[in-house]
């Protein structure tokens, strides 16, 4: 693409050279990225990590998260959140983060946008499912990575899944992102780390919006510790977040926020973890989701010549890599219709929400 001199074009060039006039000397800056695995030519407009963006948007994955289940199982009503809905709001939250720091949100954003990828269906009921799967067969397959992690699927998914088994070809510093958006390490980048704050963030708000819409919860019922440092509704709880976080990472050198936003949104998580995400009401199709992940699971496992060509295993000990690449990338919907197709006799048992939708 021929640019000239036209000051009215972003060119890469400039939006490269602008990043480093306008962000922070703690920024990751997109000329300085480690690369990727397989280096591509420059585009013109775009910044590397622009192109990540571009095609974590692109890709199969990432359409699929609209029909995965976020806390409720196949709820009934268009207001609940899914898998797609959370990545937008923690792409949205991250991002007004990464703008107060004046840190990279470009980088940001294609963080956000590909960190839960690899989800399972059914939300996190769906992780443990396909955990127990592994764990259980791990002695025939010593060398099995497991239990299932869906960050590591993610991070499995731009790596080797996407585009026919080649990948998206991203940038090292959108890959750490991904691969340690939660767990016991942190991102190598400061755009990572806010991510990784800022799904909590998400996650720990829209989930108390879904419960007192589905009626499992009531606004007085929720801990008035928390509640009171963070504030009585959705938006005063996000901004009260966003800008201690702010506030608190400014000129510190890392994310973080003060210990008493911090504790007192733990404080939250924890009583969501014990009243809403294992409560008996908003759970209780669990037992039956569990089990339906778990039977296509050594289904796939006893009859590999089901699996679709693209995922045919290497090897015998591929296998089970490739039955929960299969798993993990169902929609909640594509997995409940194969099952009734598998097990047609035991379907309208096993699962008592809506199959077709």
């Known amino acids: 693409m021929t640019t000239g001199h036209d000051s009215t074009i972003l060119t890469r060039e400039a939006a490269e050279a602008e990043e480093h006039r306008r962000l922070s000397p703690r920024a990751a800056f997109s000329d300085e990225s480690r690369g990727r695995e397989h280096p591509l030519p420059p585009d013109a407009l775009r910044t590397g990590f622009q192109?990540?963006?571009?095609?974590?948007?692109?890709?199969?994955?990432?359409?699929?998260?609209?029909?995965?289940?976020?806390?409720?199982?196949?709820?009934?009503?268009?207001?609940?959140?899914?898998?797609?809905?959370?990545?937008?709001?923690?792409?949205?939250?991250?991002?007004?983060?990464?703008?107060?720091?004046?840190?990279?949100?470009?980088?940001?954003e294609a963080v956000a946008l590909g960190h839960d990828l690899g989800h399972t269906p059914f939300g996190h009921i769906g992780e443990a499912a396909l955990s127990e799967s592994l764990l259980a067969i791990k002695p025939r397959y010593p060398l099995l990575d497991a239990p299932f992690h869906h960050n590591l699927q993610s991070l499995r998914i731009v790596d080797h899944l996407e585009y026919d088994g080649n990948g998206l070809n991203l940038t090292w510093e959108v890959r750490d992102g991904i691969a340690h958006h939660t767990g016991s390490t942190r991102a190598a980048t400061l755009e990572g780390q806010i991510v990784a704050t800022g799904d909590r963030i998400a996650y720990i708000n829209h989930d108390i919006d879904d419960a007192l819409r589905a009626g499992v919860l009531q606004r007085d019922e929720l801990p008035p510790g928390p509640i009171a440092v963070l504030g009585t509704n959705h938006g005063p709880r996000i901004k009260t977040m966003i800008d201690d976080m702010v506030a608190t990472s400014a000129?510190?050198?890392?994310?973080r926020m003060s210990p008493r936003v911090w504790d007192a949104m733990m404080e939250l998580r924890s009583w969501l973890f014990a009243n809403i995400y294992e409560s008996s009401n908003a759970k209780s199709e669990e037992p039956r989701a569990r089990a339906l992940v778990r039977e296509l699971f050594v289904h796939y496992l006893a009859h590999p010549e089901a699996l679709p060509g693209d995922l045919t295993p290497d090897s015998a000990d591929d296998l089970p890599v490739r039955v929960t690449d299969y798993i993990a990338g169902m929609t909640d919907r594509f997995a409940m219709n194969t099952y009734r197709e598998l097990f047609p006799a035991k379907a309208e048992q096993m699962i008592r929400i809506p199959w077709r939708t």
């Open 51 to 108: 192109r990540d963006r571009d095609r974590i948007i692109h890709a199969k994955a990432f359409r699929r998260l609209m029909h995965k289940t976020q806390v409720f199982l196949a709820p009934e009503g268009d207001h609940y959140r899914t898998r797609l809905t959370h990545t937008l709001e923690v792409t949205q939250i991250a991002r007004s983060i990464a703008r107060a720091l004046r840190l990279n949100e470009d980088l940001t």
């Open 251 to 255: 000129g510190s050198g890392e994310i």
